[in-house]
């Protein structure tokens, strides 16, 4: 059994990086906070919470290709060396763990070290013959990881991507294409375009996922020593039908001021002002495709559910890897 954890985080880098982001995103027109921030334990545990909503469709339809399609998966990649980014629990990847008969080694990479610590213990006892060589790192900028057996799977999972703005989606994308070699891939979890119902309810609960995202408030307080009122503000989910994605907000109930010690500011809101925490946006498989094939990517295959709530893409190098066949991953 090999299990290892390297981080590749400063030990004070979460503190500076919501310094940054907190001073940044409050002195912006709009005003945003990003959603990383939700994910202490408390907003952790909310998240999973959320999951079991009714309205809450995302995690059980990925799950669902996953469990159906992981035999395709594996066969389509042939994958020794499964790298999950933003790997949080590793829930969902058992399904590809279990399906990758010739794996060799898995690479789970969070910004969180208990979670890496958690999930790589249990899966060290579960699977004895993997190496695992966890990575303390923050997958949006550029990685570093080990020597590993190819072919190599990259997988971003839970619509994660969707939180990314269109820019940023690029570089991501950009980023992920140098680690890549002939016969490696990258999955990518993706919620598709539906009605703007369906979606606005999907984030629309004022308990759980009201108080999930005020959870970045509370954040906020705690570390930098602000005085967010949560009461003061109300949960919202809009659906941006130009960008194609839902926005979620936390409107202010009343004109207020908010004082954040730790840098030193006043920040004053009006009556009726939002700030937005996330953005999760919704694809169309054109496309997405026309995405990968700007960062040097081809779609090779797509996999979906029967009522076509979410897929998961597997794209490949340009001109190698795995033959395109979108059509033999539909359900």
Same mark, same amino acid.
């Given at each position: 059994?090999?299990?290892s954890i390297t981080r590749h985080l400063p030990?004070?880098?979460?503190?500076?990086?919501?310094?940054?982001?907190?001073?940044?995103?409050?002195?912006?027109?709009?005003?945003?906070?990003?959603?990383?921030? #939700?994910?202490?334990?408390?907003?952790?545990?909310?998240?999973?919470?959320?999951?079991?909503?009714?309205?809450?469709?995302?995690?059980?339809?990925?799950?669902?290709?996953?469990?159906?399609?992981? +035999?395709?998966?594996?066969?389509?990649?042939?994958?020794?060396?499964?790298?999950?980014?933003?790997?949080?629990?590793?829930?969902?990847?058992?399904?590809?763990?279990?399906?990758?008969?010739?794996?060799?080694?898995?690479?789970?990479?969070?910004?969180?070290?208990?979670?890496?610590?958690?999930?790589?213990?249990?899966?060290?006892?579960?699977?004895?013959?993997?190496?695992?060589?966890?990575?303390?790192?923050?997958?949006?900028?550029?990685?570093?990881?080990?020597?590993?057996?190819?072919?190599?799977?990259?997988?971003?999972?839970?619509?994660?991507?969707?939180?990314?703005?269109?820019?940023?989606?690029?570089? #991501?994308?950009?980023?992920?294409?140098?680690?890549?070699?002939? +016969?490696?891939?990258?999955?990518?979890?993706?919620?598709?375009?539906?009605?703007?119902?369906?979606?606005?309810?999907?984030?629309?609960?004022?308990?759980?996922?009201?108080? #999930?995202?005020?959870?970045?408030?509370?954040?906020?307080?705690?570390?930098?020593?602000?005085?967010?009122?949560?009461?003061?503000?109300?949960?919202?989910?809009?659906?941006?039908? +130009?960008?194609?994605?839902?926005?979620?907000?936390?409107?202010?109930?009343?004109?207020?001021?908010?004082?954040?010690?730790?840098?030193?500011?006043?920040?004053?809101?009006?009556?009726?002002?939002?700030?937005?925490?996330?953005?999760?946006?919704?694809?169309?498989?054109?496309?997405?495709?026309?995405?990968?094939?700007?960062?040097?990517?081809?779609?090779s295959r797509w996999f979906t559910t029967p009522?076509?709530?979410?897929?998961?893409?597997?794209?490949?190098?340009?001109?190698?890897?795995?033959?395109?066949?979108?059509?033999?991953?539909?359900?």
């Open positions: 059994m090999t299990f030990e004070d880098a979460t503190a500076d990086a919501l310094c940054t982001d907190v001073r940044s995103g409050l002195t912006a027109n709009p005003k945003t906070l990003p959603p990383k921030w #939700f994910y202490d334990a408390h907003g952790s545990d909310l998240f999973e919470q959320i999951t079991r909503l009714p309205n809450y469709y995302a995690t059980r339809a990925e799950e669902e290709v996953l469990a159906g399609r992981a +035999g395709d998966i594996a066969e389509a990649t042939g994958a020794r060396t499964l790298i999950e980014l933003g790997s949080g629990s590793s829930t969902k990847t058992r399904h590809l763990l279990g399906a990758l008969s010739g794996l060799h080694t898995y690479i789970p990479v969070d910004v969180s070290e208990s979670a890496l610590r958690e999930s790589g213990g249990t899966l060290a006892h579960e699977q004895p013959g993997l190496t695992i060589y966890a990575q303390i790192a923050d997958f949006t900028n550029r990685l570093i990881l080990p020597p590993t057996p190819g072919p190599r799977l990259v997988a971003l999972l839970g619509s994660t991507i969707g939180n990314l703005l269109p820019a940023e989606r690029l570089a #991501f994308y950009a980023s992920v294409r140098t680690l890549l070699q002939p +016969g490696d891939a990258l999955l990518l979890g993706v919620d598709l375009v539906k009605d703007a119902d369906v979606l606005v309810a999907a984030y629309a609960d004022p308990a759980v996922t009201g108080a #999930f995202n005020k959870n970045v408030l509370s954040v906020v307080n705690r570390e930098l020593g602000a005085d967010f009122d949560l009461d003061a503000f109300e949960h919202v989910a809009a659906w941006d039908a +130009g960008h194609e994605w839902i926005e979620m907000r936390l409107r202010s109930r009343t004109a207020q001021t908010v004082k954040i010690p730790a840098l030193d500011m006043v920040v004053d809101f009006a009556a009726g002002e939002d700030l937005r925490t996330e953005i999760s946006a919704k694809f169309r498989l054109p496309d997405l495709a026309s995405e990968l094939r700007a960062a040097g990517m081809d779609l009522a076509q709530q979410v897929g998961l893409a597997l794209a490949t190098p340009a001109h190698s890897g795995i033959p395109s066949a979108p059509e033999c991953g539909l359900f």
